[in-house]
C-alpha cells in the first residue's frame, strides 16, 4: 500500500523533477495519476480507494499527496507536480480567468462549519475570521449574510484563525471538517449549514495536460472514488478512521464528532449554481472575469 506524502512548497521542485525524469513510458505513464489532496472531508472517498485497492482494480497507479494549504496546491498545479486536486469553483474560476488550463470533473462534499466563541451568537454584530477569495468567505455570504451585521477578517492561517476565535478576538469563523471539530475540543461551538440545492463549491479538477493525455486514467478514477462513496455511505466507520491517520495532527477523541456528510457520486454543479461563483467571485475581486460556466468544467465523466 502507498504512503500518503505530505508536500510543502519547499518540496515541490524536487517533486516536479521526479515527475520530468522519471515517468513511466507508453500505456503505464497514461494509467498513472498524482493527486493533491487537502486535509479535509472530502478526501475521505479518495484515501479509502486507496487503502481498499479500488484504483489498482481499476488498473491504476495513483499517488495520493496531502498539501497542507492552498498555496502548495496552486504551486503543485502550477509546475505540473501533480494531474489533479481537490479544490473548490472559485479557484478554479479564478485560474482559469488567469489563463491556466484546469476544470472541475466532480463535485466533492466538503463540510465547513461555523465555529462560534460562546455567546457571539446573540449578537447583531459579529467578527467573522476567513480567507478572502475563498469557499469560507462565499459560504459566510451565504449562509450568515442576513443574519448579522459581518465585518470580516481575513486570516488564511487555519491554526492562527482558530486561535483568534477561541481567544475571544474573532466571534466566529468558517473551518473545514475535521478541523472544525477539533475547535470543539478548544471550547468552541460547532454549527453547520446545509448547502443551497445541495451543491458544495468543492470539486475534483485536473489540468488541461491530464485530461488530454490520461483521458482513460481520470475516467477509471472517477469509477474508483464512486465505489468508495458507496461503502462510506453504507458505514462511514472506515472513512472517519482513515481521516485520523492520514491528516496529521488530529485527536482521535474527534472521531465521532466529525460531521461526515451524505457523499454523492460523481455529478457537477449546474451552469446557474456555478454562474453564481464567478459572479460573487468577480465582486469580491472587484473585477470582470472573462469565464464562463463551461470553461470550468469537464462533464464527460459524469455524464
Known amino acids: ?89 472559485i479557484a ?60 470580516k477578517v481575513y486570516i488564511n492561517d487555519i491554526p492562527t484563525r482558530l486561535a483568534a476565535i ?29 448547502y443551497e440545492d445541495g451543491n458544495c463549491p468543492d470539486v475534483m479538477a485536473f489540468t488541461g495536460t491530464a485530461l488530454k493525455n490520461k483521458d482513460k486514467a481520470i475516467e477509471l478514477f472517477h469509477k474508483a472514488y464512486n465505489k468508495a462513496i458507496e461503502d462510506i455511505n453504507s458505514n462511514d466507520s472506515e472513512a472517519r478512521d482513515i481521516l485520523l491517520e492520514k491528516i496529521p495532527n488530529l485527536n482521535p477523541a474527534i472521531k465521532d464528532d466529525i460531521i461526515m456528510p451524505e457523499f454523492t457520486p460523481c455529478k457537477l454543479q449546474d451552469d446557474d449554481y456555478i454562474r453564481q461563483i464567478i459572479e460573487w467571485t468577480e465582486k469580491v475581486m472587484n473585477k470582470d472575469m472573462n469565464v464562463e460556466p463551461e470553461d470550468l468544467v469537464e462533464r464527460k465523466y459524469v455524464d
Open 166 to 194: 477561541v481567544s475571544g478576538e474573532l466571534d466566529m469563523g468558517s473551518f473545514p471538517e475535521p478541523v472544525a471539530s477539533m475547535g470543539v475540543l478548544q471550547g468552541l461551538e460547532k454549527k453547520n449549514y446545509e
Open 1 to 89: 500500500m502507498k504512503t500518503l506524502r505530505m508536500v510543502t512548497a519547499g518540496m515541490i521542485a524536487a517533486a516536479c523533477l521526479i515527475v520530468a525524469g522519471c515517468a513511466p513510458q507508453g500505456r503505464q505513464a497514461d494509467m498513472s495519476l498524482k493527486i493533491g489532496l487537502m486535509p479535509a472531508v472530502d478526501a475521505a472517498p479518495f484515501l479509502l480507494a486507496e487503502k481498499k485497492g479500488y484504483f489498482e482494480e481499476q488498473g491504476l497507479d495513483v499517488e495520493l499527496i496531502l498539501f497542507n494549504s492552498g498555496q502548495d496546491r496552486q504551486s503543485a498545479l502550477q509546475t505540473n507536480a501533480v494531474d489533479g486536486v481537490m479544490t473548490d469553483l
Open 92 to 151: 478554479i474560476a479564478t485560474n482559469v480567468d488567469g489563463g491556466f488550463d484546469i476544470k472541475a470533473t466532480t463535485m466533492t462534499n466538503g463540510v465547513f462549519p461555523v465555529l462560534i466563541k460562546p455567546g457571539s451568537e446573540a449578537k447583531q454584530a459579529v467578527k467573522v475570521g476567513m480567507m478572502e477569495v475563498s469557499v469560507t468567505n462565499f459560504l459566510i455570504d451565504q449562509w450568515l449574510g442576513d443574519k448579522y451585521k459581518i465585518e
